[in-house]
Nanobody
Framework: LRCSCRLGGGLVQAGGSLRLSCAAS????????MGWYRQAPGEQREMVASITSGGSEMYANSVKGRFAISRDTSKDTVYLQMSKLKPEDTAVYYCHLFQVLATGPRENWGKGTLVTVSS
């Protein structure tokens, strides 16, 4: 299982919007959860949003009402629609894939894409 998360990052002004996409490829069986994490400079990596195979969504309190996660199972792709962006949203965003194989659980991380929000 692999994740491509390079599409969608970039520079945006405060109040603007961006959409990130992460396409999973390879062994996609038993892909339970797809989500997004971010890591700001000097900070720990934190969960931003996640969505299960059943469509259950979870968001960090800091992004509720501004970000929306969605999943297209036919395309094995997860999206993060980011609106009303703030400078504090500046971070490297990572796609996260969680699956359970016969050999056990496995986590997969994308290499990240930089989102910079200017004042």
């Amino acid at each position: 299982l692999r994740c491509s998360c390079r599409l969608g990052g970039g520079l945006v002004q405060a109040g603007g919007s961006l959409r990130l996409s992460c396409a999973a490829s390879g062994n996609i069986v038993r892909l339970i959860t797809m989500g997004w994490y971010r890591q700001a400079p000097g900070e720990q990596r934190e969960m931003v949003a996640s969505i299960t195979s059943g469509g259950s969504e979870m968001y960090a309190n800091s992004v509720k009402g501004r970000f929306a996660i969605s999943r297209d199972t036919s395309k094995d792709t997860v999206y993060l629609q980011m609106s009303k962006l703030k400078p504090e949203d500046t971070a490297v965003y990572y796609c996260h894939l969680f699956q359970v194989l016969a050999t056990g659980p496995r986590e997969n991380w994308g290499k990240g894409t930089l989102v910079t929000v200017s004042s």
